[in-house]
């Protein structure tokens, strides 16, 4: 059954990196377009960045500049580097494919303290 499982969430003060992971199992990853969400307690989920099968890369305008996307085929996992983090960023943060929509994994939690 498709799921994924992410990973490389903690808590890091303003101003601090994590590199999130995500692991996809029994999907169609190489030919899927991937994203990384986040939820914050509260909210709705929103898409933070997307990254297309050819790796053509977008994000949200609250993320550009601090947060890289990218994915790596052969090992069927996507990453998210995070740099410049600030407590509005605090989430769980989940990956998926956008036209797809498999079950969600467990996610991963990020908490910036100030």
């Known amino acids: 059954q498709a799921h994924f499982v992410e990973s490389g969430g903690g808590a890091v003060q303003a101003g601090g990196s994590l590199r999130l992971s995500c692991a996809a199992f029994?999907?169609?990853?190489?030919?899927?377009?991937m994203a990384w969400y986040r939820q914050a307690p509260g909210g709705p989920r929103e898409l933070v960045a997307r990254?297309?099968?050819?790796?053509?890369?977008t994000y949200n305008e609250a993320v550009k500049g601090r947060f890289t996307i990218s994915r790596d085929n052969a090992k069927n996992t996507l990453y998210l580097e995070m740099n410049s983090l600030k407590p509005e960023d605090t989430a769980r943060y989940y990956c998926?494919?956008?036209?797809?929509?498999?079950?969600w994994g467990q996610g991963t939690q990020v908490t910036v303290s100030s």
């Open positions: 998926n494919a956008p036209e797809v929509m498999y079950s």
């Open positions: 029994a999907t169609t990853f190489s030919a899927d377009n």
């Open positions: 990254i297309s099968s050819g790796s053509s890369k």
